[in-house]
């Protein structure tokens, strides 16, 4: 990691983590990551970058086969408008 | 790779050009070669399924990848190559901006263009070599599907590369993203290249780059040198963006299906492996593809947004071309090839 001006070294471990909710999609992840099965195993990335499955459908489960788009499968709200120029709303918050 | 084999005068004449020993000679070679190819644009019917044309750029297209054996690398850039090139590519152009359907535009946008395509996608009624592959196809008719997808395969996010340095921002880094993975992240046995040449090798066919380019049909080196002159123009790096997040779009489904065919056929994980890896992999390059790429280059460069779906439907179209040229032949109970090739089963 390149350090900043005042010379205090992030270490790369610090950086967050990002998920991207990809619309009819899945969740993207990037950033120093380990999935873990339920019994704790590590399930290696064989990528930086990895699409996990939100539809449940796909068949390499924890990762997006792109199943999604043959089930239809859809996290926002049916189009009306056939062009969409504004930000996706947030989506609904998960109830503990 | 060798030199591709002459298909017609324009090919022919490029050949003679390209391996003339005779300086004095050259002028009338080149003027002939212009000649030749200013008339095979005026009189082809089908510049898609032209081979003499297609043949012609696949062999200039080469000189700017791995080169051609014998020549000297100095042919990329003669004048002579690169006006036989702008000649073909202003017809291939006109001819792909004519008959390559172009959706409604959506607005510039992340999500707006990554919806877009996705459904573009969705509504591709392109002909199923996936769906004939996992369930139909003899252990030739695989053969050869492995030998058509070589031209490009083995050559695999090449096409793709050229647009790094003509894109800025968010898209380069989506681009370079999604080709590091394609290149194994540093890792050689990981290269997507390098898995499809691994396949090739274990059901018996060679892996040498253009070994089967003169069994392939002119619809076959059109996919191909589509890319390449999306890639090779920079007034083109919204095509070539689009082209990407379409063909990634169209990979994960189809891919778990050729992976099942061979399955079908009695091949291990050794030969699926590239197949396999393709699923996972454009499951998640179809979205840094379409959203990091294609979207946020319409958000950076608005002017570039029609270029992206028309990038975009054409790999749909001329990829659906080559299907349907295909599944026409092995229907009819044909070879999908020019040439009787030295397919060999599997002992």
């Known amino acids: 990691m390149t350090p900043p001006a005042d010379g205090v070294e992030i270490p790369a471990g610090d950086t967050p983590v990002s998920i991207t909710a990809c619309p009819d999609g899945p969740l993207l992840v990037r950033g120093s990551f380990e999935i873990l099965t339920p019994a704790g195993e590590v399930i290696p990335p064989r990528r930086k970058t990895v699409a996990l499955c939100r539809c449940g459908v796909s068949m390499l489960k924890p990762f997006c086969d792109g199943s999604h788009k043959a089930v239809g499968f859809k996290t926002e709200p049916v189009r009306t408008e056939p062009v969409r120029t504004e930000p996706e709303p947030p989506g609904p918050q998960p109830t503990p | ?347």
């Open chain 2, 1 to 347: 790779m060798k030199t591709p084999a002459a298909r017609g005068p324009v090919s022919s004449a490029l050949v003679d050009l390209l391996e003339n020993q005779n300086s004095a000679a050259e002028p009338a070679l080149a003027a002939s070669l212009h000649d030749l190819a200013d008339a095979g644009i005026r009189d082809t019917e089908d510049i898609l399924h032209d081979e003499d044309l297609q043949a012609a750029v696949f062999t200039a297209y080469e000189l700017r990848y791995s080169g051609l054996d014998g020549l000297a690398d100095d042919w990329e850039w003669h004048p002579d190559v690169l006006a036989l090139c702008a000649t073909i590519e202003l017809a291939f152009e006109r001819a792909l901006r004519d008959r390559v359907p172009m959706p409604a535009l959506p607005a510039p946008g992340v999500d707006s263009v990554a919806a877009a395509l996705f459904e573009m996608a969705a509504a591709d009624t392109g002909p199923s070599v996936s769906r004939f592959l996992a369930k139909k196809a003899t252990d030739e008719q695989a053969h050869e599907f492995l030998i058509q997808q070589s031209v490009y395969k083995l050559k695999e996010a090449d096409p793709h590369s050229w647009a790094i340095p003509r894109l800025r921002g968010r898209a380069k880094a989506a681009l370079v993203e999604i080709q590091a993975d394609e290149y194994g992240d540093g890792r050689l046995d990981r290269m997507h290249s390098e898995l499809f040449a691994q396949t090739m090798r274990e059901v018996g066919l060679d892996d040498t780059v253009g070994y089967y380019v003169d069994a392939v049909p002119a619809i076959t080196l059109a996919t191909s040198n589509m890319m390449t002159m999306f890639g090779t123009h920079r007034r083109l790096r919204g095509a070539i963006a689009g082209h990407l997040a379409a063909f990634e779009i169209t990979s994960s489904l189809p891919n778990r299906q050729y992976g099942n065919g061979f399955r079908r056929l009695g091949y291990d994980f050794q030969v699926t492996h590239y197949f396999d890896e393709h699923v996972e992999a454009d499951a998640v390059h179809e979205q840094i593809a379409a959203r990091d790429l294609a979207g946020a280059l319409t958000v950076d460069e608005p002017d570039l947004l029609e270029d992206v779906m028309f990038g975009a439907s054409a790999c749909l179209y001329v990829d659906g071309l080559a299907g349907t040229a295909l599944l026409a032949a092995w229907t009819a109970g044909e070879s999908s090839l020019r040439v009787a090739e030295p397919v060999s089963p599997r002992a």
